[in-house]
């Protein structure tokens, strides 16, 4: 199959974008990719494969590839004097970007609207992990327990150090702090507002143990990774996870049966048809053997490849089961039945 | 100024959006309109003024209106045979699309996207109004009363008769019923199933109170409308609601003192700055003195227009004070660091 591969996009995680593209051209091995880039300002080119290196997209080269626009029906640029439109070939679209743009619905509602089939979190689902007060809302509806948390406005909080301050709306652990006393609370709140003026703050708990699970749900039927047990000091901040970005040798851990299974079912309450089309990575948190959400990532770092056995089959099997959203048919009865009405 | 009116689109409420666009034409009198008419295929027309009349859109004439696109930076056609693109002058464009595509966060996507400076919600505050069940979880994260409800699966609620049956995602009444026994209650469950995959039930309080009161904050000021009591037999249906759309005089509620400054509260509460760019609706409830919220309308009908003393001075207000979300400035510091590391 081809995929079109859409990376970049004005968010923080800009760069972490490009790397999750260059290391899926590497990690894919059966299917055709297409490269699409959204530059800072939103422009989208055209990229080939030979130029998919990180330096291409710093030095500003990429501007000499095509240029593209996104439109009704897919991706097309014009050629020659005439102007003729010449439409972009895929199976279906891979969306990569991460954090603003990406995954929080804004690239879902145009890939949406213009029917562009694609592997993507909808907007709903863009907006309920990208948002953590939204995130924990939502496990508290569908009974999933959640790591209990305050919206913070100033920097003070009920709970006692050491803390976590998050801002609430982006993903890789940006202007995310651990704080064990007022001063650095005091500083950590100011980082924090830097990128969000919403602002959580959530005890941090000692010896919590964390694992990850991605997967999908195709055709009615879950495909779900290994389960990896992460191991950390304190935790990942942006840096130390954009650095490990391109593991190649992933922790996979010897969970036991049960706990496995609890995860799974977990997993899969969270998936349900919110998720649908996406390939997600949930964190996980265990504590005195209770499974919390941490978090939903909907756009994991290069689709978080690196937990499956076999990828390339995943997107396959994905691609092949994408759902679009049922069109309404409008039938104008009721203005129709007004015309008449009036006698019109 | 002038304001470009998007109506119609892929929804069940695309006939309730061509009334309301009809109904703006004529209440706004100090400013200057142009209409983009979104079409059940999502096709995009410029359509003239004076062919702003229902049985333009439903006998299909619309479609020798001049075609155009939503692009980078706004709206665009092109002309003549080098294809010149022609861009569309305005000062903001008005979201006007209820229900699907305008309400669920996609067109907002899309604004947002492209740079084009709107009164709408936006993609967050979209999603958190458009699934009744996000509604109330963001209700009471902010510490806002809602009825009490359940997910239902099948025709069984643990409340009493009577009770409420809606699907999560659709405003304007549609797919909603009050059942008063199990006959009703397996018909409703259909009904709505209809329309959605995710459905609640609420119980149905007899002789609550409703109050309607829309507004919008700008400039860091709120302008709030009057506040209107409604008064309906069981509750308003699709079609009651839709006949009723033009109505003229309104209900202005002999509200108490009290009640009124309570029920403005709550409004403040819900808008802060996740309904920034709006001029939303909320329908609260009153029983025994305690206020609920039971929705948010985030793109009302005819934008509520009806409820305030001057509508024209708000939505000037308002568009003078649109807040544009903050850009990221992507300086591929990693991605140097990278490089160097690497010694490349």
Redesign the interface.
């Known amino acids: 199959m081809t995929f079109a591969l859409l990376f970049g996009g004005?968010?923080?995680e800009?760069?972490?974008s490009?790397?999750s593209a260059i290391t899926l051209k590497d990690k894919i091995k059966k299917h055709t990719l297409e490269f699409i880039y959204i530059?800072?300002n939103?422009?989208m080119y055209l990229v080939d494969k030979q130029n998919m290196k990180?330096?291409y997209?710093?030095s500003g080269e990429y501007k000499n590839s095509q240029k593209i626009?996104i439109?009704?029906g897919g991706f097309k640029y014009?050629k020659g004097?005439?102007?003729k439109d010449v439409f972009l070939n895929y199976d279906a679209v891979i969306n990569l970007i991460h954090g603003?743009?990406g995954e929080?619905?804004?690239?879902?509602?145009?890939l949406?609207?213009?029917?562009i089939k694609s592997i993507t979190p909808n907007?709903?689902a863009?907006?309920?992990s990208?948002?953590k007060?939204?995130t924990?809302?939502?496990a508290?509806?569908i009974g999933v327990n959640v790591i209990d948390y305050e919206?913070i406005t100033e920097p003070k909080s009920s709970f006692d150090f050491p803390i976590i301050i998050k801002p609430a709306r982006l993903g890789s652990s940006i202007g995310v702090s651990v704080v064990k006393t007022q001063e650095e609370f005091d500083y950590a709140f100011d980082v924090a507002r830097e990128f969000d003026?919403?602002i959580i703050a959530e005890p941090f708990i000692e010896g919590i143990e964390e694992y990850n699970l991605a997967g999908c749900l195709a055709g009615g039927e879950f495909m779900l990774s290994n389960i990896e047990k992460v191991e950390k000091s304190d935790f990942l901040d942006f840096?130390k996870k954009?650095?490990d970005f391109s593991r190649k040798n992933v922790m996979l851990s010897d969970v036991d049966k049960d706990l496995t299974e609890r995860i799974k079912k977990t997993f899969k309450k969270i998936y349900n048809?919110t998720f649908k089309n996406a390939i997600i990575r949930c964190d996980f948190f265990v504590k005195e053997g209770s499974v919390y959400l941490n978090e939903i990532n909907p756009i994991p770092g290069s689709m978080a490849n690196y937990l499956f056995d076999d990828f390339d089959d995943v997107l396959e099997k994905l691609a092949k089961n994408i759902e679009s959203e049922k069109?309404?048919?409008?039938d104008?009865?009721?203005?129709?039945k007004?015309?008449m009405a009036k006698g019109?």
Chains 1, 2 share one sequence.
Not at 327 to 330: A, F, L
Request: charged fraction near 30%; proline fraction near 0%.
């Open positions: 004005n968010s923080f800009h760069e972490i490009i790397v530059d800072q939103r422009n990180s330096k997209f710093a626009e439109t009704k014009t004097l005439l102007k603003k743009d929080d619905g804004k690239l879902a509602g145009i949406e609207f213009f029917n907007v709903e863009s907006v309920i990208y948002n007060v939204l924990k809302a939502y508290k509806e919206i003026d919403l840096e954009y650095m048809s069109e309404v048919k409008i104008f009865e009721y203005i129709n007004i015309q019109k």
